[in-house]
């Protein structure tokens, strides 16, 4: 078992910044790939962004070119820096981890609020 916790939310005004961390209580680099999804008020939750094994990444369209993923498996630590926010960019964002049997491991989430 993984347990995977986000944190780095909060409010930001629109073009706003913000960094999420994934903190993962054991050794990132055995997933297969991680990712974060985000859940709007009243959507469903959708794909943000997926960073592989081999450190290849992919973007949902709305997402490519102002937000980036990265992990550090020293730290057992991915991220998600989010660079001009915009109000439709709230939501829950949640982490999460798929070992090498794709067995998915997920955090609780951690609210982002743009808004001015």
């Known amino acids: 078992q993984v347990q995977l916790e986000e944190s780095g939310g909060g409010l930001v005004q629109p073009g706003g910044s913000l960094r999420l961390s994934c903190v993962a209580s054991?050794?990132?680099?055995?997933?297969?790939?991680m990712g974060w999804h985000r859940q709007a008020p009243g959507k469903q939750r959708e794909l943000v962004a997926v960073?592989?094994?081999?450190?290849?990444?992919e973007y949902e369209d709305s997402f490519k070119g102002r937000f980036t993923i990265s992990r550090d498996d020293a730290k057992n630590t991915m991220y998600l820096q989010m660079n001009a926010l915009k109000p439709e960019d709230t939501g829950v964002y949640s982490c999460?981890?798929?070992?090498?049997?794709?067995?998915?491991?997920w955090g609780k989430g951690t609210l982002v609020t743009v808004s001015s």
């Open positions: 054991g050794r990132i680099d055995r997933m297969n790939n």
């Open positions: 960073i592989k094994n081999d450190r290849s990444t």
């Open positions: 999460y981890a798929a070992d090498q049997f794709l067995t998915p491991y």
